[in-house]
């Protein structure tokens, strides 16, 4: 019977319908079915995410899945983002691409977040994949134009080049002209990252002209409003449009002209960019309004009455991002008028004009977000900054908004209580978490005390990202949290009263998530040292910038922690500025 | 890339671990708080990098708004004040060059080294802070700075 069963499906058989596979949740379930299927998958994986670079080798990668054409890789921590993961942390990429080169020549997908990208890695992608197709470079930095170029000579049939928030160095705004004229192929072209000179918009022309199937165009701020009309008209087919610069004087036969090339894209869906925006050019827009489903207006200085101008012209809007500027803001009011409009809102992101002030300059308060909770049930993902915040409020938005899985709410001064009741937040979040059960990502702001964490870990099933600050009485918190979080893949914690107790009692927990970052906490050197000892599956690294931890007494703090499993030990290109906790680095030096 | 592991190691070269005057500044503050001190005391706490935004999202703001953030500045000896923009600069650096045009004097701040000979050709810059109190200018980062100051002062040494 069972030698019937193992020939019924031949490898070809099992290999096609493992190709209907995509998840990699999946794809890992079937590979542990048995020892056949994990060879046959291993053979036909085309897709790795790998969402710590560190977690394992490019090696042992290759060893495993031979024939990858997508690699997706994650480097630096996501603190990393608020400037607080020194320079010359880590986050190479160029080995990945030295060993993929050799192993992977039909690999045609990179995709990388927070990885540090040299020239050199450029060229190297550049020179070993004759089938590049996809680069993606999100948040990276490393590199210049130079290495731009290389890609734009050398990738024939480039499809997607994509830069976003990414830092580049300007050497020359010529890199665009590198495309060569045969290339024809792109689909996305995201530079709105780049700076003044870093671009030549002739070149830029030219290549939107001979690329029909362009649908995603992302233009940086140095490309002028009197610019747009010319590249919209040479690409009409555009469902994804990033202006550049969106100011001008007003003259009429300007706005006509861009009115006209707005009104051509009957296929334009989402719109971002506006940098600088004069709101008498707003109304350009409001023939693709209609079919607006997504606007980011997070860089234009827009002041509430324009914005609700516009947006009673959007009615299908799904996604939306604000930035509040000083003296332009969209203000409750705006938010208001969101949610009597855009009922199919799913996304909301509302920053802050003035950040490091101290009074309130924006009439912004937590009455903007209960109204979009109240008129938007769709409501999935907020990041929301505010100055103030109550647990009525909280309670509120949870009760009316369960479908919530990404909440994310920073009131700008920390420790900032309830303002109606002085009390602290712990009831509000807690509400969140109890009403909204397939919340997977919670950030954490206000005066907090352990009782937050209680809830947390009592509710917080699915939770798969956490972010703390200045929160928690004691290790309690951590505790519950630790203890509590069955889904956790990662948590972030700054200047929190966690010390040793809860972590070393939740050790084996580490080995379940993707990483912990904790800085300006009360962990012991020697805590860490423990860790390291004792849990081999994980890379515990502490990082001060000031002096080594073993010069200071074991009991003393360390200034920031990094700990991450791994199945690839200690890596080797840690600056002097971070220690390796694992013994065998020890026993080595 | 090696380090040394053991306690015997040498630390008195400042050039030996890459770090910022900023970030030894702070340090200096966390060891304050930490030695005998439990960190759930009350402000103030070392707070850089707040609120948690990206670089690129709170530059723009500097960089294309239109706001301004006046403060008075005075100089010991002179009763009439000027106003400068603190927004106009990026830096404790930019600020310090300004004043000293200004003022026709030598700074002195936290940052600053003296001739030690000569101290009447410096001045010393205080602000006054939100608590009232007159803190030399320079010890926290510069957005903090931004957030807590009211006024300057130049003092005589």
Same mark, same amino acid.
């Given at each position: 019977?069972?030698?019937?069963?193992?020939?019924?499906?031949?490898?070809?058989?099992?290999?096609?319908?493992?190709?209907?596979?995509?998840?990699?949740?999946?794809?890992?379930?079937?590979?542990?079915?048995?020892?056949?299927?994990?060879?046959?998958?291993?053979?036909?994986?085309?897709?790795?995410?790998?969402? &710590?670079?560190?977690?394992?080798?490019?090696?042992?990668?290759?060893?495993?899945?031979?024939?990858?054409?997508?690699?997706?890789?994650?480097?630096?921590?996501?603190?990393?983002?608020?400037?607080?993961?020194?320079?010359?942390?880590?986050?190479?990429? *160029?080995?990945?691409?030295?060993?993929?080169?050799?192993?992977? =020549?039909?690999?045609?997908?990179?995709?990388?977040?927070?990885?540090?990208?040299?020239?050199?890695?450029?060229?190297?992608?550049?020179?070993?994949?004759?089938?590049?197709?996809?680069?993606?470079?999100? #948040?990276?930095?490393?590199?210049?134009?130079?290495?731009?170029?290389?890609?734009?000579?050398?990738?024939?049939?480039?499809?997607?080049?994509? +830069?976003?928030?990414?830092?580049? /160095?300007?050497?020359?705004?010529?890199?665009?002209?590198?495309?060569?004229?045969?290339?024809?192929?792109?689909?996305?072209?995201?530079?709105?990252?780049?700076?003044?000179?870093?671009?030549?918009?002739?070149?830029?022309?030219? *290549?939107?002209?001979?690329? !029909?199937?362009?649908?995603?165009?992302?233009? &940086?701020?140095?490309?002028?409003?009197?610019?747009?009309?010319?590249?919209?008209?040479?690409?009409?087919?555009?469902?994804?449009?990033?202006?550049?610069?969106?100011?001008?004087?007003?003259? =009429?036969?300007?706005?006509?002209? *861009?009115?006209?090339?707005? #009104?051509?894209?009957?296929?334009?869906?989402?719109?971002?960019?506006?940098?600088?925006?004069?709101?008498?050019?707003?109304?350009?827009?409001?023939?693709?309004?209609?079919?607006?489903?997504?606007? &980011?207006?997070?860089?234009?200085?827009?002041?509430?009455?324009?914005?609700?101008?516009?947006?009673?012209?959007?009615?299908?809007?799904?996604?939306? +991002?604000?930035?509040?500027?000083?003296?332009?803001?969209?203000?409750?009011?705006?938010?208001?008028?969101?949610?009597?409009?855009?009922? /199919?809102?799913?996304?909301?992101?509302?920053? =802050?004009?003035?950040?490091?002030?101290?009074?309130?300059?924006? #009439?912004?308060?937590?009455?903007?977000?209960?109204?979009?909770?109240?008129?938007?049930?769709?409501?999935?993902?907020?990041?929301?900054?505010?100055?103030?915040?109550?647990?009525?409020?909280?309670?509120?938005?949870?009760?009316?908004?369960? &479908?919530?899985?990404?909440?994310?709410?920073?009131?700008?001064?920390?420790?900032?209580?309830?303002?109606?009741?002085?009390?602290?937040?712990?009831?509000?979040?807690?509400?969140?978490?109890?009403?909204?059960?397939?919340?997977?990502?919670?950030?954490?702001?206000?005066?907090?005390?352990?009782?937050?964490?209680?809830?947390?870990?009592?509710?917080?099933?699915?939770?798969?990202? +956490?972010?703390?600050?200045?929160?928690?009485?004691?290790?309690?918190?951590?505790?519950?949290?630790?203890?509590?979080?069955?889904?956790?893949?990662?948590?972030?914690?700054?200047?929190?009263?966690?010390?040793?107790?809860?972590?070393?009692?939740?050790?084996?927990?580490?080995?379940?998530?993707?990483? *912990?970052?904790? #800085?300006?906490?009360?962990?012991?050197?020697?805590?860490?040292? +423990?860790?390291?000892?004792?849990? =081999?599956?994980?890379?515990?690294?502490?990082?001060?910038?000031?002096?080594?931890?073993?010069?200071?007494?074991?009991?003393? !703090?360390?200034?920031?922690?990094?700990?991450?499993?791994?199945?690839?030990?200690?890596?080797?290109?840690?600056?002097?500025?971070?220690?390796?906790?694992?013994?065998?680095?020890?026993?080595?030096? | 890339?090696?380090?040394?592991?053991?306690?015997?190691?040498?630390?008195?070269?400042?050039?030996?671990?890459?770090?910022?005057?900023?970030?030894?500044?702070?340090?200096?503050?966390?060891?304050?708080?930490?030695?005998?001190?439990?960190?759930?005391?009350?402000?103030?706490?070392?707070?850089?990098?707040?609120?948690?935004?990206?670089?690129?999202?709170?530059?723009?703001? $500097?960089?294309?708004?239109?706001?301004?953030?006046?403060?008075?500045?005075?100089?010991?000896?002179?009763?009439?004040?000027?106003?400068?923009?603190?927004?106009?600069? @990026?830096?404790?650096?930019?600020?310090?060059?300004?004043?000293?045009?200004?003022? $026709?004097?030598?700074?002195?701040?936290? @940052?600053?080294?003296?001739?030690?000979? $000569?101290? @009447?050709?410096?001045?010393?810059?205080?602000? @006054?802070?939100?608590?009232?109190?007159?803190?030399?200018?320079?010890?926290?980062?510069?957005?903090?700075?931004?957030?807590?100051?009211?006024?300057?002062?130049?003092?005589?040494?």
């Amino acid at each position: 019977m069972q030698k019937e069963m193992a020939y019924s499906f031949p490898d070809e058989v099992l290999k096609h319908v493992f190709s209907f596979i995509q998840s990699d949740k999946d794809r890992n379930a079937v590979s542990l079915v048995c020892k056949s299927w994990y060879e046959i998958e291993r053979w036909c994986r085309r897709k790795v995410f790998i969402g &710590n670079c560190y977690a394992v080798s490019p090696r042992m990668v290759i060893r495993r899945f031979p024939e990858v054409r997508s690699i997706e890789l994650k480097g630096k921590p996501h603190f990393a983002d608020f400037n607080l993961v020194p320079d010359g942390w880590g986050g190479y990429v *160029l080995q990945w691409i030295a060993e993929m080169a050799g192993a992977y =020549p039909w690999l045609g997908e990179i995709r990388l977040k927070r990885m540090v990208v040299t020239d050199e890695s450029l060229e190297l992608i550049a020179k070993s994949f004759k089938n590049f197709k996809v680069l993606v470079l999100f #948040s990276c930095e490393g590199f210049s134009t130079d290495g731009l170029a290389a890609i734009a000579a050398s990738c024939k049939n480039l499809r997607e080049l994509d +830069l976003r928030e990414s830092e580049v /160095d300007d050497l020359s705004g010529h890199w665009l002209a590198q495309f060569p004229e045969t290339c024809t192929s792109l689909v996305s072209l995201n530079i709105s990252c780049l700076g003044s000179d870093e671009v030549s918009f002739s070149a830029l022309e030219r *290549l939107v002209d001979r690329c !029909p199937n362009l649908r995603s165009l992302q233009l &940086n701020r140095a490309v002028t409003l009197d610019k747009i009309a010319n590249i919209l008209r040479r690409a009409p087919q555009l469902v994804d449009f990033g202006t550049g610069n969106y100011a001008a004087e007003l003259q =009429p036969d300007v706005f006509s002209n *861009l009115a006209g090339a707005f #009104s051509s894209c009957k296929e334009l869906k989402s719109l971002s960019g506006f940098w600088d925006v004069v709101p008498a050019y707003l109304p350009a827009l409001y023939s693709i309004c209609p079919r607006l489903t997504s606007l &980011n207006l997070s860089y234009a200085t827009i002041q509430s009455p324009d914005l609700i101008k516009l947006v009673s012209h959007c009615p299908r809007l799904q996604r939306l +991002l604000f930035l509040i500027q000083v003296l332009d803001y969209v203000e409750d009011s705006g938010l208001e008028e969101l949610a009597s409009s855009c009922k /199919d809102l799913q996304e909301l992101r509302v920053f =802050p004009s003035d950040p490091f002030g101290v009074e309130p300059n924006v #009439s912004l308060t937590e009455q903007g977000l209960v109204a979009v909770s109240l008129g938007c049930p769709k409501l999935q993902s907020v990041l929301y900054f505010c100055r103030r915040m109550s647990n009525a409020a909280l309670v509120t938005i949870a009760q009316n908004c369960p &479908n919530l899985t990404r909440f994310r709410l920073c009131i700008i001064e920390p420790k900032t209580p309830d303002y109606l009741t002085l009390d602290p937040l712990d009831a509000g979040f807690g509400a969140i978490v109890e009403h909204c059960k397939d919340l997977r990502r919670l950030s954490l702001s206000g005066l907090l005390t352990d009782h937050v964490f209680e809830y947390i870990g009592t509710y917080g099933k699915k939770l798969e990202m +956490l972010s703390v600050a200045f929160a928690g009485d004691s290790d309690l918190g951590l505790h519950h949290v630790l203890s509590g979080c069955e889904s956790l893949r990662k948590l972030e914690i700054r200047d929190c009263p966690f010390g040793d107790k809860a972590l070393l009692a939740n050790a084996a927990k580490l080995e379940t998530m993707r990483s *912990l970052w904790m #800085s300006s906490c009360a962990v012991s050197f020697g805590a860490c040292k +423990l860790l390291g000892q004792k849990m =081999p599956k994980l890379n515990v690294e502490v990082i001060d910038e000031t002096e080594p931890p073993d010069s200071r007494p074991e009991s003393y !703090p360390v200034d920031k922690l990094y700990i991450y499993k791994s199945v690839a030990g200690p890596r080797f290109d840690m600056p002097p500025f971070v220690w390796s906790m694992d013994e065998a680095v020890k026993i080595l030096h | 890339m090696g380090r040394p592991t053991s306690s015997s190691s040498s630390i008195d070269s400042p050039n030996h671990f890459a770090f910022s005057s900023t970030a030894s500044s702070q340090r200096d503050l966390t060891t304050d708080l930490r030695l005998g001190l439990s960190i759930s005391i009350a402000p103030p706490y070392v707070r850089e990098q707040w609120p948690p935004m990206k670089a690129a999202v709170a530059e723009e703001e $500097h960089e294309c708004n239109s706001s301004t953030f006046y403060v008075k500045v005075y100089m010991e000896g002179i009763p009439i004040g000027r106003k400068l923009d603190l927004l106009a600069h @990026e830096s404790y650096y930019d600020l310090i060059r300004t004043l000293e045009h200004m003022f $026709h004097t030598n700074i002195i701040w936290a @940052e600053a080294e003296m001739d030690r000979d $000569h101290y @009447e050709k410096y001045h010393v810059l205080t602000y @006054e802070d939100k608590e009232g109190d007159w803190m030399m200018v320079g010890d926290v980062p510069w957005e903090m700075f931004l957030s807590a100051v009211r006024r300057l002062k130049i003092s005589k040494c």
